[in-house]
């Protein structure tokens, strides 16, 4: 018996064998794993958006910024960032005559300071280098002064937040490049200036009108950033 036990317990077990071998070498994969867990990121920014109905509040225009990054549990990211913008904008002079009371467009120099999360669509694996990720984040931002503009108008610790939606491309382990989608919004708040008569010129409207003009309303920025990343080990 034992003669023909031995053959058919090889024939049973072939197609395990087989089975066994079947899919992706690690190596040769398209999927890899995402082993490291703290980046330093420099970031590119380009802002667009409007300076809302009065078009004073800061709205398009570049900057550079430096994000730390750390993996918290599982595929997310926990991060915070510092960027410098110059965003430019109007000036209004609310005591001006009506027809020449707008001046500009002058530079406005933003610093945002914020922190968010990131989490990664693909877990801890890239498909073929690639990770797509989504968030959001928040912080402040502060705008430098302006010195043509005496208006009373200010852009000083405006809160920032807004989600962002992101591609990673992993050229080597510790080596990634960026491109990432962000929409922001903060709040303009206008001064008792803007609802009074302008002095030097009594009989022209003032620049809001304090029964239907609110003193103050959001306004959204989409804003584009390529980046580098680089991994390291603390």
């Known amino acids: 018996m034992s003669k023909w036990l031995s053959p058919l317990l090889l024939t049973l077990m072939a197609p395990a064998g087989a089975a066994a071998q079947v899919g992706h070498d690690p190596a040769s994969s ?14 590119a920014w380009r802002v667009t958006g409007g300076g809302g109905s009065l ?15 750390m993996r918290m549990s599982g595929p997310t990211d926990a991060f915070f960032e510092v960027a410098w913008t110059r965003l430019e904008r109007l000036v209004i002079d609310p005591d001006g005559a ?23 669509l693909g877990g801890d694996k890239t498909w073929h280098g690639l990770a797509p990720y989504v968030g959001a984040s928040v912080g ?14 200010t852009f000083r610790a405006k809160l920032v937040s807004g989600p ?9 382990r510790a080596l990634s490049l960026r ?13 008792d200036r803007f609802f009074r008569d302008p002095e030097r010129a009594p009989t022209d409207r003032p620049v809001l009108d304090l029964a239907g003009d ?15 990343g680089y991994a390291v080990r603390l």
């Open 98 to 120: 009506e027809a020449d009371r707008v001046s500009g467009p002058v530079d406005q120099s933003v610093v945002f300071i914020s922190g968010g999360l990131s989490v990664l």
């Open 214 to 228: 609110p003193n103050s309303e959001w306004t959204s920025h989409p804003a584009l950033t390529i980046a580098v």
């Open 140 to 153: 402040l931002g502060f705008g430098s002064n302006v010195a043509s503009d005496s208006s009373g108008f």
């Open 179 to 191: 491109l990432e989608g962000r929409l922001l919004f903060w709040q303009l708040k206008y001064p």
């Open 30 to 43: 398209p999927f890899q794993d995402i082993r490291t867990r703290t980046n330093f990121v420099a970031t």
């Open 55 to 69: 078009d004073i509040g800061p709205r398009t225009g570049e900057g550079l910024g430096l994000r730390y990054e």
């Open 164 to 172: 962002h939606l992101g591609l990673r491309w992993y050229a080597t």
